[in-house]
C-alpha cells in the first residue's frame, strides 16, 4: 500500500513538473515575440473585438489559427511592427480556432488573414503584401496616411499656402 502511495505521489510530481515546463516554455516564447498576442500585440476575443470595431482607431488585424505553420512563420514580424506602430496604429490577432465567428463578416476563410480596419469598420482593407514587419508597417502607414486625407476632406499633401 506504500509502494502504491508513493507512486501516485511520484506521478502528480511528475505532472506538476511537466505542466510548470509547458507554462515556462509558452512564457519564454511569447516573451521572444514568437506567439501571438506576444508584447504590443492585442489579443481580440467577442468584447476586445467588439471595442475595436467602436474606436476610432486604425487597426491591423490578424486573424490566425495556431497550427498553422505560415503563422508561425509570421509571428515574429508581426510582433516586430506592432511594437514600432505603437501609439500610431493598434495590431491585434485574432485566434480563430477560438473565435472563429469573428472573422466570418469579414469572409476569413484561410490563415493568416490579415485586415486594415479604418474608419469604415464595416469594410476593412484586405492586406496582400509580404509578411515582414516593413511591410506590415508601410501598410499601416500608408492606411493612416489615407485616413488622415480622408478626414481633411480628401485634401491632397501639399500645402495651403496659407
Sequence with gaps: KKKKKKLVSAQKVFQTMRATTGLLMCMLV???GLCHGAGDV???????????LASDDLW???????????CKAMAGD???AATA?????????????QHGDLGKPYGVTGFPTIKIFGADKNKPQAYQGQRTAKAFVDAA??????????????????????
Excluded at 42 to 52: E, G, H, I, Y
Excluded at 60 to 70: D, L, N, R, S, Y
Excluded at 85 to 97: F, I, P, S, Y
Excluded at 146 to 158: I, M, T
Design 30 to 32: 511569447a516573451g521572444l
Design 42 to 52: 492585442v489579443d481580440l476575443n467577442p468584447t476586445s473585438f467588439k471595442a475595436m
Design 60 to 70: 491591423m488585424v490578424e486573424f490566425f489559427a495556431p497550427w498553422c505553420g505560415h
Design 78 to 80: 508581426w510582433a516586430k
Design 85 to 97: 506602430l505603437k501609439g500610431v496604429v493598434k495590431v491585434g490577432a485574432v485566434d480563430m480556432t
Design 141 to 162: 502607414l500608408d492606411a493612416a496616411r489615407q485616413q488622415a486625407n480622408a478626414k481633411l476632406g480628401g485634401g491632397s499633401s501639399g500645402s495651403s499656402g496659407s
